[in-house]
């Protein structure tokens, strides 16, 4: 069964700083990976998607990510972190078309000025 | 484009009673979802649906009820509601031929006392 790992429960970060959040997965073949963000009171937004081609990935407000087969690891980065970039992040893992997706349980990120 | 409409945004329902939760999707997606969001927990898949009159259980059916009688609109049936049942419940779409990289609503955010 496919499964997500969000190791990072909460991580805080100042302003400007870079920021990586961590997401290993476990799935049998090559996997759809996203990440998704949540807001306070919002639905969740995709910030990118990965299934094949180049194994880093550029996605909406900066961010990017890495996908690493050797390590089971789709870690999300960004090289210098807004205030508004402080919200709920989620690594999903899924096999196409209507696969079930499986969502890793979270990192609250929180942006100190 | 509205995308994925949810109401009502907040609900509070007393023990026993039964409610259902729409959900409505403007962009002709075939798949159809409903996840419940408990703190800490990630996004638990309730039930799913790949399109009109066929429907699926997910990982935690139990004391839920669905039906998809057009492509537009997959409400949510909560029969004899629980305060296990408080909860935060999305629903999401997705496209066929796609990554699985779903829509998400705002949410509805249920209290059961």
């Known amino acids: 069964a496919q499964s997500v790992t969000q190791p990072d429960i909460h991580i805080t970060v100042s302003e400007g700083a870079s920021l990586e959040l961590r997401c290993n997965y476990s799935?049998?073949?090559?996997?759809?990976l996203f990440w998704y963000v949540q807001s306070p009171g919002q639905g969740l937004q995709l910030l990118l998607k990965?299934?094949?081609?180049?194994?880093l990935v550029q996605g909406i407000k900066g961010f990017e990510a890495e996908f690493k087969r050797s390590q089971s690891s789709f870690n999300l980065r960004k090289p210098s972190v807004h205030w508004s970039d402080a919200a709920e992040y989620f690594c999903?893992?899924?096999?196409?078309?209507?696969?079930?997706?499986?969502f890793g349980t979270g990192t609250k990120l929180q942006v100190i000025p | 484009n509205a995308g994925v409409t949810q109401t009502p945004k907040f609900r509070i329902l007393k023990i026993g009673q039964s409610m259902t939760l729409q959900c409505a999707q403007d962009?002709?997606?075939?798949?159809m979802y409903w996840y419940r969001q408990d703190p800490g927990m990630g996004l638990k898949l309730i039930y799913y649906?790949?399109?009109?009159?066929?429907?699926d259980k997910g990982e935690v059916p139990n004391g839920y009820n669905v039906s998809r009688s057009t492509t537009e609109d997959f409400p949510l049936r909560l029969e004899l509601a629980a305060p296990s049942q408080t909860s935060v419940y999305f629903c999401?779409?997705?496209?066929?031929?796609?990554?699985?990289?779903?829509?998400f609503g705002p949410g509805t955010r249920l209290t059961v006392l």
């Open positions: 999401a779409s997705s496209y066929i031929g796609g990554s699985n990289e779903q829509f």
């Open positions: 799935y049998g073949a090559t996997p759809y």
């Open positions: 990965y299934f094949s081609g180049d194994t």
């Open positions: 999903a893992v899924g096999a196409g078309g209507y696969q079930k997706v499986t």
């Open positions: 962009m002709n997606h075939n798949y």
């Open positions: 649906s790949v399109g009109a009159g066929i429907t």
